[in-house]
């Protein structure tokens, strides 16, 4: 798994990236009430707010990690948007992604890293 520093995290299988939100973004966030997630056949750039999650504290753009075309979005989530605080790292993931450039996940932090990033916080 890796992640970015807006706190999105990725888990590539072979072209197909799983991205989410981190458990540190989804307890900042308090109880989340509502999520969009991207259709497929959206094709995203990374850095592009792609989703979209609202808690009682705050609504907030979730960024694509890696370019590519989604190929599924979590529709779950609308239905149990609760399912991203009580795993946000599994069944609370946001999309799946057909990677363009699958080199992208290099410039990403690992679990390591990133905590070292949470800590500097």
Known sequence: ???TKDHEWVRLDGDVAT????????????DVV?????EAGKVVSKGDGFAVVESVKAASDVYA?????????NDALAGAPE??????????????IKVSDASAID??????AYDAYLASL
């Open 34 to 38: 509502f999520v969009e997630t991207p």
């Open 1 to 3: 798994m890796h992640f």
């Open 107 to 112: 410039g990403l932090m690992d679990q390591a």
């Open 19 to 30: 991205v989410g939100i981190s458990k540190h973004a989804a307890d900042q966030l308090g």
């Open 65 to 73: 990690p890696v370019s590519g075309e989604v190929i599924e979005g």
């Open 83 to 96: 399912t991203v605080n009580a795993d946000p790292e599994g069944e609370g993931w946001f999309a799946k």
